[in-house]
């Protein structure tokens, strides 16, 4: 990218601008926005087929992206109601979704024919004004426009918020020369598009994981020969878990391993120690962060554990959303937390507490621990005993440990790819608030001109 310092800068309702370009508002880039008509349409795995007509979604814009995979099928009786396709190089609106979502859009690249939208959604008709469509799209979803949306959506439900039309049309936005609106919306696209083969990235790093687990925990690496190599198994056995290496046990976990065991306790009760909250732990299993907190102040009440110790949420979203951590670097080697953790403590003579860490991340336990929940709708909890009774076939700690190795190498992949990914999205923000202000100017054809 090549980009120049901008010139004086004068500060406007959406922050400071370059004071080369004088200020519109969408409308001029708008000519009116074009919203669908509600009609009857259902869920589909695979979404519609040659000849079927399908509605959009709310879900179908998020943070500048369209996703036109999220949409429903039509009925056959509704067919002949529905309005307004899909049509590339528009932009999607939200008119009525969440507080937090309403007014969110997506730039559309290509068209989509047989796809329509409902009453919830409205598409751009561009204005005559020369512009770019790709620019404005970038624009509706910098912070200080976002801010003026929430600001001016109505409603008296605390769940589902409204925007005008004229709200949407009188969103201030400069007038940008129609070159540099080009150029800037080629530099974030190509950050974009950075982005997406990232997150491709990971989701194919992430689908890996769960496959290796479904092999590893199942057919093993092998035995190790005299020269250390991995000789795959070579003769099974039938199991409750199927087939499985004959070598291999099948256990349940409270039979290798003790589930929430007795509250531990410190000789020196004036020590701080580690508070975690489910907010401390992030969806991938990870520690976010710790706190430390006077022991007297959690000695009682709270959730205790210890350096290796395995953590899984207890209650649902969290158990679903896959909250749970192996715990470690804690402050003088215990801590204290949420009663909404169950805990796992495994015998580290006979077993690598990654190896139970990675089971309880697989998707066979979080689909029985969510069909073993017990309780009353909003508060179902996973059992005790569904954790106890948990099955796992288990190899010697040898392998396991190589098991774990191979797993934490994919996890190390993946977290790479998620710190690239965040990297970039940093840069995406940093070059939005500079290029799309002015205050960062993009070099042009000098001969160029239009506004």
């Known amino acids: 990218m090549s980009a120049l310092r901008g010139d004086s800068l004068r500060g406007t309702s959406i922050g400071l601008i370059t004071s080369d370009w004088e200020m519109g508002v969408v409308g001029d880039f708008v000519a009116a926005l ?7 349409a259902v869920e589909t795995d695979t979404g519609c087929a040659q000849d079927e007509v399908g509605v959009l979604k709310t879900s179908a814009v998020l943070k500048g992206k369209f996703f036109p995979a999220q949409h429903k099928v039509v009925v056959p009786e509704d067919i002949e109601r529905v309005a307004t396709s899909v049509v590339a190089d528009r932009i999607i609106i939200s008119r009525m979704n969440t507080p937090a979502l309403v007014g969110e859009s997506g730039y559309v690249n290509a068209d989509e024919p047989n796809l329509f939208l409902p009453d919830r959604l409205w598409q751009t008709e561009p204005s005559q004004r020369p512009h770019s469509q790709r620019w404005l799209a970038y624009w509706l979803q910098h912070p200080s426009i976002r801010r003026l949306i929430a600001s001016g959506a109505t409603g008296t439900s605390n769940s589902m918020k409204n ?18 609106q080009q150029k800037i919306a080629a530099i974030l696209t190509a950050v974009d598009d950075k982005l997406d083969v990232i997150a491709r990235q990971i989701e194919a790093t992430q689908t890996l994981k769960q496959g290796l687990m479904q092999t590893l925990f199942s057919r093993g690496v092998g035995t190790q020969d005299a020269d ?15 087939e499985i290496p004959t070598e291999w046990a099948v256990e349940r976990i409270d039979t290798i391993a003790s589930i929430n065991p007795t509250r531990t306790k410190i000789d020196d009760e ?23 907190k006077a022991y007297a102040e ?10 290796n110790d395995v953590l899984v949420a207890k209650i649902t979203p969290c158990f679903e959303n896959g909250k749970g951590a192996l715990v470690d670097g804690l402050a003088n080697g215990s801590g204290f937390g ?16 990654r190896f139970i860490h990675a089971h309880t991340r697989t998707r066979k336990f979080r689909l ?7 309780g009353s709708a909003g508060q179902k909890r996973v059992p005790t005993e569904f ?41 995406k923000r940093g070059l939005m608030q500079k290029l799309l202000t002015g205050e960062w100017r993009v070099n042009v054809d000098a001969s160029a001109s239009g506004s």
Do not use: C
């Open 34 to 40: 074009q919203a669908g008509v509600s009609v009857n």
């Open 163 to 180: 925007i005008s039309k004229e709200t949407v049309l009188s969103l201030p936005v400069p007038r940008t020369p129609l070159p540099e």
């Open 228 to 242: 250390g190599r991995w000789v795959p198994h070579t003769e099974f056995k039938d199991s409750a878990l199927g």
């Open 270 to 292: 004036s020590l701080d120690v580690t508070f975690l909250g489910m907010a401390d732990i992030s969806e991938d299993g990870k520690l976010i962060r710790q706190h430390t």
């Open 298 to 307: 959690v000695s009682k009440g709270f959730t205790s554990f210890v350096d």
């Open 338 to 353: 949420s009663t909404e953790f169950h805990v796992i403590r495994a015998d580290t003579k006979i077993l690598d507490v």
């Open 368 to 374: 029985l621990g969510e069909r073993n929940m017990v």
């Open 387 to 427: 954790i106890k009774s948990f099955l796992i076939a288990v190899p010697s700690l040898g392998e396991q440990q190589k098991i774990a190795d191979i797993l934490d190498a994919v996890d190390v992949k993946a977290e790479n790819l998620i710190a690239k990914h965040t990297h970039y999205q940093t840069l």
